[in-house]
C-alpha cells in the first residue's frame, strides 16, 4: 500500500513514522514533511503544501495512493476530504460539516448543548458594545475564545474586566488572530485537572485511544500564555477505568450519535480536550484530528497497526476491533525557537540530533527543514522529544536526558512536563 500524511508537524512525522511500520506500506509520503520526515526511513517528503488541494489530488491520482491519513486541521475544515472522496481517494479524517467542531468555537457550543453534553456556560458575540454589556456582569477569571482556527492560541484566560475587554476588543477587530477572531466566544472559567480523550471514529462506532495530557501554558508550572502544547504524557492519571467510562457514556457516544442525529456521519479522529474536577469531566473543546503533541505519545504507545485501524474506520467495522498498547508511559518534551508563542526564528542549525539515545527514545520533527543536509529550525515548536520507559518519572527521565544533548541558538523548553503525573505517583 501507498500511503500519504498531509501536513508538516510533529503529528505528522508521527503519523508517517507508525505508518511506516505496517507490514502491508510499501510507500509513505508526506506534503510538505519536515527534516524528520525527510531522513525517516521508508518515507519520502513531497514539496506540496497542506493546503494545495488540487496538487495533492493531482498527485495522490498519479501515485495510486491507497490511503490519505490527514493531519492538520485548516485542511480537514477546508474540506480536503470532500474533494477526495468524490474523486475516488481514501481519506481519513472528517468531512467539511464534521470539522465544523473545530472550525467554530460557536458551532460546537451550540452541539454541546443540543446534545446535552457537559460544557461550560457561554454566550457568543460579534458586536463589541454588546460583549462589553455582558462582560460586566460577570465573574472572574472567564475565558475569552476565538470562534475560528487559530494554531492552538485563540483562548484567552482574562482576570478582571479591563483584561476581558481588551482581549475581546483585539480579537473582533483582528488585531488578534485576523479573521478567526470576528467572532468571539465567552465563558466561564472552570477549574480543575485537563486531559484529552482521543478517539477513531468510523460514522457509527468509535475506538477509544489511550489517555493523555499536555502542557498548552508556556512557562513552568503551567503559566504564561497559551501554545499549540509544550508538551504530553501518555497515560494520564486523572484517566482511570471509572472515568473512562464516564467520558464515554456522557461524552463520546453522546457526540458520535449526536452527529449521526444532525445529519454528520463522522470519520477520522475526534479530540475532546476535558476539564476534570471532582470526578466531573466537562469538554472545554473538541478537535476534529489527532493532537499535537498528544499524537507522539499516544503513538509511541500504540502496539496495535495504525493503518489497519484507518482502513477499518473506512470501512465501518471499528466495533470489532480492539487496539493494543504498551504497559509503559510515554512522555514527550516539546523544544521552541526563541520567541515563542509569540513570535520564533527561522534558520538555526540544530545540533545533537543524532544522539547518542536510549533505543526507547525517539525524536519528532516539527518545525525544522533541511539546508545543505543539515536539520534547521522553521517554526515555532521545533521538536518534540519522546521517551517510552516503565513509568511517568522514567520517561520523563530519559526524555529530558536526551533534551539537554540538542541544542541551537535561543531552543529552549519547559522543564517540568508531567509534573501532575510524577507529583501523584509521588
Not at 114 to 128: E, G, M, Q, V
Not at 292 to 311: F, G, H, N, T, Y
Not at 362 to 384: M, P, Q, Y
Request: glycine share 12%; hydrophobic share 40%.
Amino acid at each position: 500500500m501507498k500511503i500519504l500524511v498531509v501536513g508538516s508537524g510533529g503529528r505528522e512525522h508521527a503519523l508517517a513514522w507508525k505508518a511506516s511500520l505496517s507490514p502491508a506500506v510499501s510507500e509513505v509520503f508526506v506534503a510538505p514533511g519536515n527534516a524528520g520526515t525527510a531522513l525517516e526511513s521508508g518515507v519520502s517528503n513531497v514539496p506540496l503544501e497542506a493546503g494545495d488541494f488540487g496538487g495533492l489530488l493531482s498527485f495522490a491520482l498519479d501515485k495510486s495512493i491507497d490511503l490519505v491519513i490527514v493531519g492538520p486541521e485548516n485542511a480537514l475544515v477546508g474540506g480536503i476530504v470532500d474533494l477526495f472522496g468524490e474523486n475516488g481517494i481514501r481519506c481519513f479524517g472528517p468531512t467539511r460539516a464534521g470539522a465544523m467542531l473545530e472550525g467554530s468555537k460557536e458551532f460546537s457550543k451550540e452541539f454541546l448543548v443540543r446534545h446535552n453534553i457537559p460544557t461550560a456556560r457561554y454566550r457568543s458575540f460579534t458586536d463589541l458594545l454588546e460583549a462589553r454589556e455582558y462582560l460586566r456582569h460577570q465573574n472572574y477569571p472567564l475565558v475569552v475564545k476565538a470562534d475560528g482556527l487559530a494554531a492552538g492560541k485563540g483562548v484567552v484566560i482574562c482576570e478582571n474586566l479591563d483584561q476581558a475587554e481588551d482581549c475581546v476588543q483585539g480579537m473582533l477587530s483582528g488585531k488578534l488572530f485576523s479573521s478567526a477572531g470576528h467572532k468571539v466566544v465567552i465563558e466561564e472559567f472552570l477549574e480543575g485537572e485537563e486531559a484529552s480523550f482521543i478517539c477513531m471514529v468510523d460514522g457509527g462506532d468509535f475506538l477509544v485511544m489511550a489517555s493523555s495530557q499536555d502542557h498548552k501554558a508556556a512557562y513552568n508550572g503551567d503559566t504564561g500564555p497559551n501554545t499549540g502544547g509544550m508538551g504530553a504524557y501518555s497515560p494520564a492519571p486523572v484517566v482511570d477505568s471509572d472515568m473512562r467510562e464516564r467520558v464515554i457514556e456522557q461524552i463520546m457516544r453522546p457526540a458520535v450519535n449526536g452527529l449521526r442525529s444532525d445529519g454528520i456521519p463522522y470519520t477520522g479522529f475526534l479530540y475532546a480536550g476535558l476539564m476534570i474536577s471532582n470526578g466531573v469531566p466537562n469538554v472545554l473543546e473538541f478537535n476534529c484530528r489527532l493532537g499535537d503533541p498528544e499524537a507522539q505519545v499516544i503513538l509511541m504507545r500504540m502496539k496495535s497497526d495504525l493503518v489497519e485501524l484507518c482502513l477499518a474506520a473506512l470501512d465501518g467495522r471499528l466495533a470489532g476491533i480492539r487496539t493494543e498498547w504498551h504497559r509503559e508511559s510515554a512522555l514527550g518534551v516539546v523544544m521552541a525557537s526563541k520567541g515563542y508563542p509569540e513570535s520564533s526564528r527561522s534558520g538555526d542549525v540544530i545540533e545533537g540530533l543524532e544522539g547518542p539515545f536510549e533505543s526507547n527514545v525517539k525524536v519528532f520533527h516539527a518545525g525544522t527543514g533541511l539546508e545543505d543536509g543539515r536539520a534547521v529550525t522553521s517554526g515555532g515548536r521545533v521538536l518534540c522529544v519522546t521517551a517510552l520507559a516503565d513509568g511517568i518519572e522514567q520517561a520523563q527521565r530519559q526524555a529530558y536526558s536526551a533534551v539537554r544533548s540538542i541544542r541551537w541558538e535561543g531552543g529552549w523548553c519547559r522543564d517540568d512536563i508531567g509534573h501532575r503525573a510524577v507529583s501523584r505517583d509521588g
